[in-house]
């Protein structure tokens, strides 16, 4: 018994919703083929396109199956193979998307003694084990599809959002690897109650533009003044792409979970089209290597 699944990137955070708001990519995603074995362990047998820990305690899609099966109080054996398309240290979920992707086939091949949303605990040891803290915002929407809003973390209530259709997005990853574990350390712990004030206002709205699908109200809500101005010190050309991308017509801009790939949302085909070119032509002669996607959310 085998299953073959696409795990899709995520963008967490999208501004405003710093680990409580998160969307999943329809179009960027690793491949992952999950078999049951008959030894009773869980094993990463292989790994192409990216050199990842195969040893089941240090990989995230292994810690997070492990998991799964303790609480069931199961002892069948798996064998994951992960082909990875999306780069560790990206800022698209790339771990998410192993430990989702590894939750959500195994609770397949058992037969479903989950639903789909009792995953998201287990994929969340992944993100454990890979960042050092146990965020939902990129697992949730892997698992779950669309948009995922972390109510609470304890005890752990995940809402599912509305997708306005005509929303793209554009992906832009500068070839640099930061680790989320490294951009989370730079944060300051502490906020200002006018800088929550100006960033619950935003998520509200942002919340309310995805039911009213009011594009435009969409894109004034993608502000973040806590951790962006800390962490786009990080990413090169950060404002200048902020700039371009608005005066190619894109509803807003941002980090893109930790970074260092940013998002640009954008109405309809043609406008992430011109959005994507511009920022093509940008960074062509910048002396960086970059990856450039165009998705829906889904
Ligand atoms: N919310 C997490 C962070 C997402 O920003 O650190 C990591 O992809």
Redesign the pocket.
Known sequence: EELKIFAPA?V??LSCG??VL?CCLDSVGDEMLIKKNDLNEVRITKITGQDLPLETNLNVAGVAVKALLKKLDSNQGFDIEISKRIKPGS?I?SS?ASSAGAVFAVNKLLEEPYKVKELIPFAMQG?LLA?G?A?A??VAPALLGGFSLVRSYCPLEVLSLPVPPDLRVVVLHPMIEIK?KD??SI?KQNVSLKSAINQWGNLGALVSALYTEDYELLGRSLQDEI?EPV?SILIPYFQELDKLVAENGALGFG????GPSVYALCKGDENAQKVKNAIEVFYSDKNIDFDLHLSSIN
């Open positions: 995520t967490a955070n710093f680990d998160g800022g979920g998410a993100e960042s803290n965020h915002d990129n989320t951009s989370r944060i951790v962490r980090i893109s979970g930790s």
